[in-house]
């Protein structure tokens, strides 16, 4: 049987999930702004960016750990009356966590399989040209 607090608890981890994620899909900006082509004309910018850059995610980051680390003890505090919400038999946490996992990896790959195609492509036409 799941409580209120219990689904707030799970909502507070998948959100902690998908921040997670988000500090990790973002490593390939950081590199870039670490490490700018040769022929970007303003690297002062780019330092100024790199700070914000850092911050930004560091507090992304320090959230996602008190979302997954602290759901429980945040649950208890936003929901008073603990109330048992009725749930089919057969459905237990593990499944609907499960389950909010698989559909926020759906939401990545269709947020960058943009970004994917436009990368391979042109391997494709490359290998394409070769075997012409």
Not at 18 to 41: E, G, H, K, N, Q
Not at 50 to 76: E, H, N, P, T
């Amino acid at each position: 049987m799941m409580t209120k607090r219990d689904v707030l608890s799970m909502a507070f981890r998948v959100l902690g999930v998908w921040y997670l994620i988000s500090v990790i899909m973002s490593i390939p900006d950081l590199l870039f702004y670490m490490y700018p082509p040769a022929d970007i004309p303003d690297r002062q910018m780019l330092h100024i960016g790199l700070k914000g850059f850092f911050i930004d995610y560091a507090v992304l980051l320090a959230l996602a750990c008190i979302l997954m680390g602290a759901a429980d003890g945040l649950a208890r505090r936003f929901v008073h009356d603990d109330a048992v919400i009725n749930i089919p038999v057969g459905v237990n946490l593990r499944d609907v966590f499960r389950m909010l996992l698989k559909v926020i990896g759906l939401a990545i790959v269709a947020v960058n399989l943009p970004a994917v195609i436009r990368l391979v492509s042109p391997l494709f036409q490359k290998f394409h040209m070769i075997s012409d």
